[in-house]
Nanobody, 113 residues
C-alpha cells in the first residue's frame, strides 16, 4: 500500500487549497482514511476522516465548517479541501489508512501574510 499526498503550498490567510491523497495497492471502497497534520513543535493531530464504504465523513472541531473531505472521480484519491485558512493551520498534512501502519510523505501547508 502506498499513499502520496500533494497540493500543499504557501498561501495567505483566508485562501484555500485542495490537498490530494492518492492511494495505491488496495480498493478504497473497503477502507477508511484519515487526514492528519503536524505543526512545528506539536504532536500530530487528526483533522478529518473519510469512510470509503459509505462515504461518511468526520472533522475535528478546529476545522469543521472550513475543511471538506471527499473522494473524486479517481476513486482511489481522497481530497481535503481546506478553506478560510488561518496561520494556525500551518502544518505538514498527512493521510493514513486506518488499520495500516504506513504514512505518506506529507504535504506542507504554510499560511502567512
Amino acid at each position: 500500500v502506498q499513499l502520496v499526498e500533494s497540493g500543499g503550498g504557501l498561501v495567505q490567510p483566508g485562501d484555500s487549497l485542495r490537498l490530494s491523497c492518492a492511494v495505491s495497492g488496495l480498493d478504497l471502497n473497503y477502507y477508511a482514511i484519515g487526514w492528519f497534520r503536524q505543526a512545528p513543535g506539536k504532536e500530530r493531530e487528526g483533522v478529518s476522516c473519510f469512510n470509503g464504504r459509505d462515504g461518511s465523513t468526520g472533522y475535528a472541531n478546529s476545522v469543521k465548517d472550513r475543511f471538506i473531505v471527499f473522494r473524486g472521480n479517481a476513486k482511489n484519491t481522497v481530497y481535503l479541501q481546506v478553506n478560510s485558512l488561518k496561520p494556525e493551520d500551518t502544518a505538514d498534512y498527512y493521510c493514513k489508512l486506518f488499520g495500516f501502519a504506513s504514512w505518506g510523505q506529507g504535504t506542507q501547508v504554510t499560511v502567512s501574510s
